[in-house]
T-cell receptor, first 114, second 111 residues
Framework: DAGVIQSPRHEVTEMGQEVTLRCKPI?????LFWYRQTMMRGLELLIYFNNNVPIDDSGMPEDRFSAKMPNASFSTLKIQPSEPRDSAVYFC????????????FGPGTRLTVL | SQQGEEDPQALSIQEGENATMNCSYKTSINNLQWYRQNSGRGLVHLILIRSNEREKHSGRLRVTLDTSKKSSSLLITASRAADTASYFCATVNSGNTPLVFGKGTRLSVIA
């Protein structure tokens, strides 16, 4: 298996632009997680899905952030409009289930908002 | 909410020495996991220890869990330069709740 795939790996955009991050989980995994990592705040769980259904989005910082999982093999995290403070590395991870199973992380998307 | 807290925040040792990192948590757990993150990469799972286990080994890794003290330690024996990375503990509370990660320990192994 190729592991969790994320695209793009790097994204540089200007404040106010829409940003879409993409994730393909490992085939057969039922849970998908979106994280944000910064030096100041560490690794933060933004939202997670189980069987394509959003379970907990309490970590989403603002309404500017939205996430979808239209099918078992694809998820997006969208920021609209983007702001400089959104600059971070965004990780997607998947696991067999939501309940504390090992999580497999993608390589991350490094987002820079100018 | 952040559950695990790693200690120390940073650790620098010579190649061949042992490295010990600690994790403390606040509430009862189902299991505790350790992950490694190399610079610029995603996290990689190292080892999982369940609440009814006290010690687990995997190669040069040894993990202990003391539920009475709500703490865990990760020992890396005979460290190598390639062990340089950040190490995170993650706890799982009861029920179907996802992992909660700490802020990590940055380990530097000097050749």
């Amino acid at each position: 298996d190729a592991g969790v795939i994320q695209s793009p790996r790097h994204e540089v955009t200007e404040m106010g632009q829409e940003v879409t991050l993409r994730c393909k989980p490992i085939s057969g995994h039922n849970s998908l997680f979106w994280y944000r990592q910064t030096m100041m705040r560490g690794l933060e769980l933004l939202i997670y899905f189980n069987n394509n259904v959003p379970i907990d989005d309490s970590g989403m910082p603002e309404d500017r952030f939205s996430a979808k999982m239209p099918n078992a093999s694809f998820s997006t995290l969208k920021i609209q409009p983007s702001e400089p403070r959104d600059s971070a590395v965004y990780f997607c991870a998947s696991s067999l289930s939501e309940g504390g199973d090992t999580q497999y992380f993608g390589p991350g998307t490094r987002l820079t908002v100018l | 909410s952040q559950q695990g807290e790693e200690d120390p925040q940073a650790l620098s040792i010579q190649e061949g020495e042992n490295a010990t990192m600690n994790c403390s948590y606040k509430t009862s757990i189902n299991n505790l996991q350790w992950y490694r993150q190399n610079s610029g990469r995603g996290l990689v799972h190292l080892i999982l220890i369940r609440s009814n286990e006290r010690e687990k080994h995997s190669g040069r890794l040894r993990v202990t869990l003391d539920t009475s003290k709500k703490s865990s330690s990760l020992l890396i024996t005979a460290s190598r330069a390639a062990d340089t990375a950040s190490y995170f503990c993650a706890t799982v509370n009861s029920g179907n709740t996802p992992l909660v990660f700490g802020k990590g320990t940055r380990l530097s192994v000097i050749a």
